[in-house]
């Protein structure tokens, strides 16, 4: 493997250069379009940030691979994959929400070895390599000790189709709230996971993520301790489809059985 610091060193670069860009046009009036999905929002900055990434990383490393949200930048035959979101957090952002960050894992021959996910309106910085534990703004964190469903604060999101019930997401959301849980919903899994690592949350589901959405985030949440899976309990792949993560603790059964109960009648 390529030297580490030089790797860590263009990815912090790459999120810093994406966090001014998001700061400069934060609350500004930027041009907006849509995507296929009427809610599905893309900005001039998400356009600009994802840019500047990719040259930062080509300019260091002209020979790897590069998967963005906004662009699949996939060529060539590589063992490096640098996977992006420029903005995750995009409708938030449209509204003066700051809750939204830069997302950049990179993946060696198909494994995580390092992520970051920053937060330029809170100043928060999230950061794991694999086997040396993760990181918020310098300082090691660990997910939290709550054992059991019912003392947990969850998080979740909803896919752009959610209105259409995609892999049942609305009933999901339904069940865990017929159970009296309290449940949060930021507008951007990235961080979602990274407040999970640092023990503000013990759960999150989602269904239909992308591999940008969730990459750095599961570096960062596996390293702080946690644990993440499908709905079933089997290993989870980023470019799978549903992602059940948690703190690890006995909660993670108690929220696969609430989760397998939207599926008995299929
Ligand atoms: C979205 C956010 C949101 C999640 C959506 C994602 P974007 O990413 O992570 O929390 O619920 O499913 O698509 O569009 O802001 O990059
Ligand atoms: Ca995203
Ligand atoms: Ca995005």
Not at 19 to 47: C, G, P, W
Not at 77 to 99: A, C, F, K, Q, R
């Amino acid at each position: 493997m390529k030297d580490i610091e030089k790797l860590k060193k263009v990815m912090f670069d790459a999120a810093d250069e994406a966090s001014n860009l998001h700061m400069e046009y934060f609350e500004k009036d930027i041009a907006i379009s849509r995507k296929q999905n009427y809610s599905d929002l893309v900005t001039e900055v998400d356009k600009k940030a994802e840019t500047k990434i990719a040259e930062l990383i080509y300019s260091s490393f002209p020979d790897h691979n590069i998967l963005g949200e906004e662009g699949d930048y996939r060529k060539k035959e590589s063992d490096y994959l640098w996977i992006v979101d420029p903005i995750d957090g995009t409708v938030n952002y449209t509204h003066s929400i700051p809750i939204f960050c830069v997302s950049i894992g990179l993946e060696y021959k198909g494994e995580l070895i390092i992520g970051i996910v920053q937060s330029a309106a809170t100043g928060e910085k999230f950061y794991a390599e694999k086997g040396k534990g993760a990181f918020l703004n310098g300082k090691q964190i660990k997910v939290s000790n709550i054992e059991y469903l019912k003392d947990s604060l969850l998080v979740t999101g909803f896919p752009y189709g959610a209105k259409d019930n995609s892999d049942h997401c609305i009933d999901h959301f339904v069940n865990f709230l017929k159970l009296g849980l309290p449940i949060r919903r930021l507008g951007s899994a990235a961080l979602d996971i990274c407040w999970l690592a640092c023990g503000r949350f013990e759960a999150f589901w989602e269904v239909n993520l992308n591999a940008w959405d969730v990459a750095a985030g599961c570096l960062i949440l596996t390293e702080a301790g946690g644990r993440v899976t499908n709905f079933k309990g089997e290993p989870y792949s980023i470019y799978g489809k549903q992602i059940l993560a948690s703190n690890g603790k006995s909660l993670h059964k108690e929220m696969m059985d609430v989760l397998s109960t939207a599926y008995l009648n299929d």
